[in-house]
């Protein structure tokens, strides 16, 4: 069977272009726990609100290898296992300059964390924190990404 998010040539993974809309890509970062599976979610820089570490494309790299960058500069996750398959997409409305916004489709890729740094590019403009998926469904505002973390 085909994987709609997978090149048939090559095998690698893209972020999904819905019409309208600007691709990203987010790493998202677990750890197994007793009770199940903990997420690592960061604040926003504009806004605070908590997230999921995302970005936008980055060139040379394919989905699962520009969300782990994008999760090593806002979250100081130095090293993990990401699936090359996406876990899901969520669409948001992305703040710009002069209070505009920008439509943007954001593929997620499963990532279980193996180590985590203290120190990374972002770690003055951003808040992480692990938590319970269940819990974090609940901390997040967007609701596609609700329902992964739910499903997770």
Not at 55 to 78: F, K, N, R, S, T
Not at 94 to 104: A, T
Not at 111 to 118: E, G, I, P
Request: overall charge negative; glycine content about 8%.
């Amino acid at each position: 069977m085909k994987h709609p998010f997978l090149d048939p040539e090559t095998g690698e993974s893209h972020p999904v272009t819905r019409p309208g809309r600007e691709p990203q890509v987010a790493a998202l970062c677990y750890r197994a726990t007793p009770e199940g599976k903990d997420v690592l979610l960061i604040t926003s820089r504009d806004t605070g609100r908590w997230i999921v570490p995302k970005g936008w494309p980055i060139d040379g790299l394919d989905g699962p290898g520009a969300a782990l960058q994008e999760a090593w500069e806002e979250a100081g996750v130095a090293e993990a296992e990401i699936s090359p398959k996406p876990l899901g997409l969520y669409d948001y409305d992305k703040g710009v300059s002069d209070g505009e916004s920008v439509p943007v489709t954001v593929t997620v890729y499963l990532a279980r964390v193996t180590k985590l740094r203290d120190t990374y590019p972002e770690v003055d403009e951003r808040t992480r924190r692990w938590v319970a998926s269940a819990q974090a469904a609940t901390m997040v505002d967007e609701p596609e990404l609700r329902d992964i973390l739910r499903n997770l």
